[in-house]
């Protein structure tokens, strides 16, 4: 990737970089430059930080959460309300919401959307923990409620449906994101399907 | 970053992620949630990479290049003319030229231009120690090319003359790479300078 001319180690090294998301062989040589430029204060650091992650991190047995304790900070948090329960698709959706500080409740992490023509189904996600965990949030005498916080793409609102179907018979209230404007956009510039969802849900000012 | 709710040892990954050049902080969350997500394959190999690349990287004490032994693959190599010298700004200029196959001399990385605004003079560069290598070529009854290979920017062509006039007296021919249309480029696209400078130099068919 260098032409061969700087040793196996940093071809090992930009090749493994090139493989993170988000950097290309370019970007990836660029990266492996910057950390040998500032070996001190930047590559020695890394390399102890993602020896500590491989060492630490682990996924949590309850949500399906990336921490480095099991259950999860979030799961273990006596402040967080086990009877709300928010599906996500992903790790990346949890932290967002998180710093959104969007919800008190605890997360359901899928790992991913039902998509049938990738060979992704039911069995592959965490769907069977999630009934559980929804199956015994009922039994708790607490009102539980499982919020849908998948994307707004098809994958998503199939594994949304197919969730709440196996929901059928269980006292759960199930509900999902509002759709709307988002907080700065301006009109000119959403889809009309937002623009519709918007103005449907409207609200009182 | 991630909301505090993940642990610390991965909130300290991501920090380092953020600071390599392309990866901001919604990239570097990216990068770490896929090196943890791919542990075996990625997060471990990458750990024992950058460590190694901690141990063996070094900087050439002869050209100024990155490499895991000193003098560098190229000065060491038999086949490369010592006497044809090509002057870059970084190792990323060495990589590119190297990956084009573009000559078979040395090199010689200057560490950055001149930049009297940012305080950059010419002891904060590697010019004392081409001036030298410059001189010793001449000596060697072979005629000695420095080819200055630094970037079409003012600061490059600054450093170019600096470097120039440094040599006066030196019985060495001094180069400079050809300005001209990028090979595949489209004229259209090009800035006036470039074609300019194409027409001028041009060659015969």
Redesign the interface.
Known sequence: ??????????E??IQ??A?????GPR?A????????KK?DQ??????A?????????TVCSRCG?????DP???CADPRRDPATIVVVE???DL?A???A?ATNGTYHVLGGTLSPLDGVGPDDLNIASLIDRATAATGSGQPAELVLAVNATVEGQTTAHYITDQLTGLDVKVTRLAHGVPVGGELDYLDEGTLTAAMRQRGEF
Request: glycine share 4%; aromatic share 2%.
């Open positions: 990737m260098t032409g061969h001319t700087a040793g196996p180690e940093i090992r090294l493994l970089l493989r993170l998301p988000g950097l970007s040589r660029r990266a492996a430059l910057h950390l040998i070996k930047l590559m020695t650091p890394l390399a930080a993602v020896a500590d992650a491989v060492d630490k991190v959460n990336v921490d480095t304790v999860c900070t979030i992903d790790v990346a932290w919401l998180e710093r500080n």
